[in-house]
């Protein structure tokens, strides 16, 4: 069965500082998606960043990076610079093989920026 | 409009009760989801469209719930006689893609539903 599993359900940085959220995963699959989605206290979730399977680059969007490890089913989200605005729950995500319209969501970690 | 648009935002009912939530997606969008999302929990798949056709239903807790979508964009998600364990912020969430295994969703800001 897929699942996702996110380790830390609370965290706690100052502002400015590197902060990473951990992610692990399983699946049969060879090729697929990964996600991290943030959801602030407005309760909006948006997409921060995404990572391709087969690709051994990992994926970075301004201050967001992953740091996936393949082999060993590990997709962590860095933020670094963390800002106030980066205060939020976050979601690891990726699809079951045998569905292209499903998500499966780990359980979140709330992260707390402090000023 | 601009984004996934949902109301009502807040919704109390007393048990028994039947409620209605709307979710208006962005425009273009051929996907629609619907998700029960519980306190400090990631959301859980209810149910999916595909413009007006619910695909999957599988996700809906019991026959009290029931979704439609009839032109392809606004959507409702019917709740009847509501209980206490329906309480819980429902999202929608519209995709361009009818695959969204590679792409972005989407989301309103929720509506949370009390039921006392």
């Known amino acids: 069965a897929q699942t996702v599993t996110q380790s830390q359900p609370e965290m706690s940085v100052q502002e400015a500082e590197t902060v990473t959220l951990s992610c692990t995963y399983d699946?049969?699959?060879?090729?697929?998606?990964l996600f991290w989605y943030k959801q602030p206290p407005s309760r909006q979730m948006i997409l921060v960043i995404r990572?391709?399977?087969?690709k051994q680059q990992n994926a970075t969007e301004n201050r967001f990076s992953v740091n996936f490890q393949k082999a060993a089913k590990s997709f962590s989200l860095k933020i670094s610079d963390s800002q106030l605005g980066d205060t939020a729950m976050y979601f690891c995500?990726?699809?079951?093989?045998?569905?292209?319209?499903?998500?499966?969501w780990g359980a979140g970690t709330k992260l707390i920026i402090k000023p | 409009g601009a984004g996934v648009s949902q109301s009502p935002r807040y919704k109390v009912a007393k048990r028994g009760q039947d409620v209605a939530l709307r979710c208006d997606p962005i425009?273009?969008?051929?996907?629609l989801f619907w998700y029960q999302q519980a306190l400090g929990q990631g959301p859980e798949f209810l149910t999916y469209?595909?413009?007006?056709?619910?695909?999957?239903k599988s996700g809906l807790p019991s026959d009290r719930f029931f979704a439609e979508r009839p032109e392809g964009s606004v959507s409702t998600l019917k709740i009847q006689r509501t209980q206490q364990e329906d309480s819980a912020v429902y999202l929608c969430a519209s995709s361009l893609l009818r695959a969204i295994n590679t792409g972005e969703l989407f989301f309103g800001e929720g509506s949370r539903l009390t039921v006392l």
């Open positions: 995500a990726f699809p079951p093989p045998d569905s292209n319209y499903q998500l499966i």
């Open positions: 990572q391709e399977a087969y």
């Open positions: 425009s273009g969008h051929v996907s």
């Open positions: 469209f595909q413009n007006e056709a619910q695909l999957d």
């Open positions: 699946t049969s699959e060879n090729n697929y998606y």
